[in-house]
Each structure stands twice: as structure tokens, then as C-alpha cells.
């Protein structure tokens, strides 16, 4: 099979097994983005004098009817492919022949796929925000239900201070709304168009027109200097991995907290069974594995940063193959980060808080009767707080 970079000479199966690795399988995601950056390209070299009109038109809609045959699933990339680029290119050359590979013109793999993997991510990262703000209105409905429960406040995992549903939920509520804003965030470096740098260089003596692909793609800006644009990659990506470690931990905090609450000693919680699972020799035991998994995960996301982030530690200027391998974290961490949210925010829906069931210390309201001394009789709150912990211990 022909590839994009092929000369002519025979490549080892081996080296194409170890250098496409999982590429093809991962690249899966990005036809569709693929699809809609090659007609922009396409329509640019058209506006350019550089494609004919007719040649346009067929190149169009011939990677029209490639895309839709894909997201029906009557083709994938596949390994003798390499990746997403080459399968599409095939498919053209296939239903056009020599016209297919007039596409690419202009624009090397390098500018393709990264144009493709921005359009993706942005896509994916307004998903993940509205997931997110979807799991902070699970912990509003919550509140709704039940938010009127007393519960204690811990430190130290100590019994602390009065709390109560509406003031534990509402906390991981306004930080998963933070960590929405985090998200976010993360589109001002994805809104930058690669396509047209080429290689990392530009294309000298050719007449493209950047900026027609910028607002046919709805990117912010066109990026520039076209050195530049090898330089950025891997920043976005880690950004937003980033962003999803944090919010990751926050979740990991809220199942913490829901593991504990679930204890036999706690029970400040139910979940239907339909969220546990069994044990293969208790046949007592509901386990709330999901809970734990979303704990657990936390630890997935942050190796999926940091090797996003050493991928691109030490490499020089320009291209290098090393950036292929960001793709299997970034999209891991996706994945996992959008998989932890459904399954927690439909957790939080079926669980119930047991007020019948919490017990709280009587002295969790030692702070408030200490105000209470400084209010009635002006004295510092030093002297109140010594005089309470006197009356707790039974000194008065």
C-alpha cells in the first residue's frame, strides 16, 4: 500500500508495526475532523487558482461520501494504512485516482493531523465542561432532595464543625464549576489554524490563502510564524490534561468522602444495588466499586499529564515522530475523565443520605458557642475559647 511519505522502497513490516504502534487505531476519532479540514484545504487551493473548479467539486464530494461511510462503519483505518492521513488519502485515490492526491498540496502530515486533532479537541473539551457542569447540577439536585440534612465537618478526620448536605455538596459543586472555567480555558491555545505551516516551514512560492482555512474552520487565528506551530504542540494537550487532573482530583475527593460516608460505622449513605456490586465469597457484601474506580482514576490522569508533559521535555525545533505518542494520554485522559463523570453524576442522583443514621458530637458547636461568649460579653476571643474548652472538659 502506498503511504504519503512513499518513494518507491520496500519498508520492513517491523518498523511500520513499532512506528504506526496504535496510531491508526487512535486516529479513528479524527477522520471526521480530517474530512472537514481537507474540504477547507480543498476550497483554498480552488479560491487559489491551484484546483480547478470541477476537480474541486469531486475532491469534495468524495471526502463527503468517505466521512459519511465512516461514521456508518464501513471502513476504519488500518495498520497497512499507518494512520488516519494516509487511509483518507487512499480512499480518494481509490474513487478519483491521480485527483486524490492533488489534495495534498500545500499542507504536509504534520499541519494535517494536527488541524485535525485541534478541531477534535475543541469539540472534546466543550463536551468534558458541559459533563462537568452537568455533575455540579447532580450535586445542586442533591441539595434540592436532601440539602437540609445535618452532617458534621470533619478535620483531622475529626468531628469538627456543624456542616450539613447543602454545605458539603454546594462546596464540590462550586469547584466542579471551577474546573468547567478550567476547561475552558484551555481553547485559547486549540483556537490557533496549523494548516498551511506545512512541515514546520511554510510552503515557499506557493500562494496559499491561511487565513480562508482560519474562518472556514472557525479557528481564532491563523498561527504564526509557521515555526511556531511545532513549537505549540503539546502545550494544548497537556493544558487540557492538566485541567482534567484537577478536576479528576476533585472528584476523587467527593468519592473519598462517599466511600467513607458508606461504611457500616458511618452509614450516613445508601446506593441501590444497581450501583454495587457483589462479593465471590461474602454473600453479604455491596461494593462500591465505582466509587473507588473514580478514586482511583485520579492517579490515571496524572501519569497521563506528566507523560505528556516529558514526551515533549527535551526535543528540539521542528518535527519529530516523538509527538505521535501524545496522542494515547490525551486521549486516555479524555476518555477516562468523561467516563468518571457520567457514572458519578448518575451515582450521585441514586444515593440517599440516612439522617436517621448520622450521629454528631454535641461539641461540634463548641466554635459557634465561643462567638456567642465574644458577642454577649465583648471579651477577646482568646479568653472565650479558653473559658468553653474549660466548660467541655468539666473545669467549670
Known sequence: MSRLWD??????????????????????????????ASI?????????????????TQL???????????????????????????????????????????????????????????LYLRDASDALA?????????????IARQG?????????MQQAMPSSVALWAGGFAAELCDDAEGIRAVRRRLDRNPLGSAAGYGTPGLPLDRA??????????????????????????AQLLFELSLLMQDLSRLASDLLLFYTAEFAFIELPDAFTTGSSIMP?????????????????LLACLTEALVICAKLPSGYQRDLQLLKFPLFRGIDIAGQTLGILAAAVDALR????????????HAASQAYALVLKEGIPFREAYRRIAQQLAGKE
Open 353 to 364: 443520605f440516612t439522617p436517621e443514621r448520622i450521629r454528631i458530637d454535641p461539641r461540634v
Open 40 to 56: 477547507a484545504h480543498a476550497e483554498m487551493l480552488a479560491a487559489q487558482g491551484l484546483l480547478s473548479g470541477p476537480d474541486l
Open 212 to 237: 480562508r482555512t482560519t474562518r472556514a474552520l472557525g479557528f481564532a487565528e491563523t498561527q504564526e510564524p509557521v515555526t511556531a506551530v511545532q513549537l505549540s504542540r503539546g502545550k494544548a494537550e
Open 7 to 36: 518513494k518507491g522502497t520496500p519498508l520492513d513490516e517491523r518498523v511500520l508495526a513499532y512506528s504506526a504502534g496504535e496510531d491508526y487505531v487512535l486516529d479513528e476519532r479524527l477522520v471526521a475532523y480530517d474530512v472537514r
Open 148 to 156: 437540609s440534612v445535618e452532617l458534621p465537618g470533619y478535620t483531622h
Open 284 to 300: 453479604q457484601k455491596r461494593n462500591p466499586d465505582v466509587l473507588e474506580l473514580s478514586r482511583g482514576r485520579a492517579a490515571t
Open 130 to 142: 458541559g459533563q462537568t457542569g452537568q455533575m455540579s447540577a447532580a450535586l445542586e439536585r442533591l
Open 60 to 118: 469534495r464530494d468524495a471526502l463527503q461520501a468517505l466521512g459519511a461511510a465512516h461514521a456508518r462503519g464501513e471502513w476504519h483505518v488500518q495498520l497497512a494504512d499507518e494512520d488516519g492521513q494516509t487511509a483518507l488519502e487512499r480512499g480518494l485515490t481509490e474513487r478519483l485516482g491521480a485527483l486524490g492526491g492533488r489534495i495534498h498540496l500545500g499542507r504536509s502530515r504534520n499541519d494535517q493531523v494536527l488541524t485535525a486533532l485541534r
